[in-house]
């Protein structure tokens, strides 16, 4: 799993994009934590990995529609790494 999210590091670092502004960024920090208290509510819980991937949108500034577009790929390979991981044990 943390190959994953080093691919998605480096994707990210290799990215043009304009940065979110120090207030779009506090914003976003917000939003995030409004979401991760949601999911609680829910009775779930953000793996490590999740919450490293969303540490990283957050440093890196990336901007709602890219970190979106990302979240969705990030998730859909998390998944599928964890159905492999299945079959394979």
Do not use: C, W
């Amino acid at each position: 799993m943390e190959e994953i999210l080093k691919h998605y590091r480096d994707r990210i670092e290799a990215m043009d994009f304009e940065p979110l502004s120090d207030d779009e960024a506090a914003a976003r920090r917000a939003a995030d934590a409004e979401g991760v208290a949601s999911v609680r509510l829910e009775g779930l819980e953000l793996t490590a990995i999740d919450a490293a991937f969303l540490d990283m949108l957050a440093e890196f500034r990336v901007p709602q529609e890219l970190s979106s577009a990302l979240t969705i790929e990030f998730t859909r390979d998390m998944l599928a790494a964890n159905t492999h991981a299945r079959h394979d044990a």
